[in-house]
């Protein structure tokens, strides 16, 4: 699949972007919800400088995505701890 080229808006600012046609429908869902998330910290918090409800929105987001690694990296390593203690345990039935 090739690359398009597509215009998102964030902020009232128009992005022109070359994406691939697989991950347009992504870059637009994510554009949407940075504006839903400003929108939010707009109507919720006393906020109405656009650099700040970008950051506060970016803020939010970079904190999911660690939270989301940190997770992801917790289960990686029970999973391997688990295979490590099944290891051991086929290890010993099969010498015995």
């Known amino acids: 699949m090739g690359e398009i080229s597509i215009k998102i808006t964030i902020s009232d600012r128009i992005y022109p972007l070359k994406v691939n046609m697989e991950e347009e429908e992504i870059v637009r869902r994510a554009a949407k919800m940075i504006n839903e998330r400003i929108k939010d910290y707009q ?54």
């Open 43 to 96: 109507e919720n918090y006393a906020v109405r400088d656009k650099q700040d409800l970008l950051s506060m929105a970016v803020l939010h987001y970079a904190t999911a995505v660690l939270r989301t690694e940190n997770k992801v990296q917790n289960q990686d390593s029970a999973v391997a701890d688990k295979v490590e203690e099944l290891d051991v345990l086929l290890n010993d039935f099969f010498t015995k």
